[in-house]
């Protein structure tokens, strides 16, 4: 199956600096979605993003399928932007599953 | 409704006993998907529903676990002779029919948490 690597693990920022995101996976997709778990856990959709790139605010993210990686860039980063960040691939005959990587836990202090 | 929904949210249990978690999707979402989610980890896919039926159970690690979706619109998890390694996440999510434009998009609920005694 699919592999998902994200990186870095963990990432601590000061507000209002910037981050960048990454995930790398090891097949073609036909899908592909970077979602926010909050404290309470709930997986909050952030962008579906399969190709391309698009913008959501403070929030932009990038997806490069023909060299397998997608960046998710936070600006100005505020405290409420601290959890966990996964990137969810799915493709091929399986296209309903996703895979999730182990995800980028970031914390912002004030 | 207006999003998934899963109940219960918490649900404890002793080794041995058998539960069943209920997730309720998103109105007019035809596709239906479990996952587990241990802590530290990103959530691990178990089964795919497209309408009534499972189209993928490739993740449900042995048969002592079972989801059924019997109207096409809730869904039942249910777990048997719970084990300690169950205690975990369950989440449930759900997206348009394949076809439709970002069909494949998965919206989740909050998760109900099992935790096995």
């Known amino acids: 199956g699919i592999q998902v690597e994200q990186s870095p693990p963990d990432l601590i920022l000061q507000e209002g600096a910037n981050s960048t995101l990454r995930c790398n996976f090891s097949?073609?997709?036909?899908?592909l979605q970077w979602f926010h778990q909050n404290p309470w856990g709930q997986l909050i959709n952030l962008f579906y993003?399969?190709?391309g790139t698009k913008q959501n605010g403070r929030l932009s993210a990038t997806t490069v399928a023909t060299e397998r990686y997608s960046l998710l860039y936070i600006s100005s980063s505020q405290t409420t932007d601290s959890g966990v960040y996964f990137c969810a691939v799915g493709g091929g005959t399986n296209a309903g599953k996703s895979t999730f990587g182990d995800g980028t836990t970031l914390t912002v202090k004030p | 409704g207006a999003g998934v929904s899963q109940t219960p949210s918490n649900k404890v249990t002793e080794k041995g006993k058998y539960v069943e978690l209920r997730c309720d999707p998103i109105s007019g979402h035809t596709a239906l998907y479990w996952y587990r989610q241990s802590l530290g980890q990103g959530p691990e896919f178990l089964i795919y529903f497209q309408g009534t039926g499972a189209a993928d159970d490739s993740g449900l690690p042995n048969d002592r676990f079972f989801a059924v979706r019997p109207e096409g619109s809730v869904s039942t998890l249910k777990i048997q002779r719970t084990e300690r390694g169950d205690s975990a996440v369950y989440l449930c999510?759900?997206?348009?029919?394949?076809?439709?434009?970002?069909?494949?998009?998965?919206?989740f609920g909050p998760g109900t948490r099992l935790t096995v005694l």
């Open positions: 097949d073609s997709v036909n899908n």
């Open positions: 999510a759900s997206s348009l029919t394949p076809g439709t434009r970002r069909y494949n998009e998965q919206f």
């Open positions: 993003i399969p190709s």
